[in-house]
């Protein structure tokens, strides 16, 4: 090999090694950054929280002194559980509330929306582990005390919901823009990075409807740009339990419809109710 032909050999390689740090150390940060890019909590005091959620007409929700978030409470035998999405914080979520208090069917029932830890005011770090064991304990705090229980899963809510259900049930499961596993959603986004060995936590939705038999309802954006709307797709065909896919076809992630008293809303709380109805 003459000079010439070395000395570009050389400087490919170069070029390679050079790729393969860039790359690497990308994957690093992501690595570990990758926890503020899943969870964008917003964060404010309990004064700030307390007027927000007034304006809403919630109150606040504690379970042993420690706040688990906000409850519009009715007067019927049966609960709805919330889990919201990754941003913002379950003060936000009243229109979840407005949904089941203005369909018939679920008008007394006392909804619930849950706060992670590390948003809002609760105390705490978002992850994967400790809203399972916050929710676990929020979970046993209702349930001797009603009849029925729905969970509700928004976006990475259904992680939530979804592992809930299944180890501890529940009478229907409502899942919004859900995904089957988080990282297929994050290999949506990032198809050239191994996200599978560099995720965290991997809220796996596939393996935990598994352990649970009841109806779950799946509510899906047909133009979601953050989780495909075949991810919710596999889901639903894995699921073997009693199930109701609907598809609101010009929806966006964040543009779901949540009218209340349409045709739409009213069946899924009709299925998720069917659940209730069995016991």
Sequence with gaps: MNGAKRTVCKGFVRMIRMAALVYAGFAGLLFVSQRGMIFLPSRYSEERGREMAARRGLEIWEADGVFQGWMDRGNGAGAVLVFHGNAGGAVH????RDLFRDEEATAD???YLFEYPGYGFREGRPSERAFREAAAKAHAALSGAYDSMLLVGESIGSGTATW???ELGADGVLLITPFNRLSAAAAHHYPWLPVRLLLRDRFRNDEHLERYEGPVA???????SVIPSRLARVLYEAYDGPKLWRLQEDADHNSIYYGSGS??????AGFLLSGARQE
């Design 93 to 96: 979520r009243d229109y979840l």
């Design 164 to 166: 809930l259900a299944g």
């Design 109 to 111: 029932f006392s909804v």
């Design 218 to 224: 799946f509510v899906v954006a047909g133009q979601d």
């Design 263 to 268: 045709e739409f809303w009213r069946e899924v």
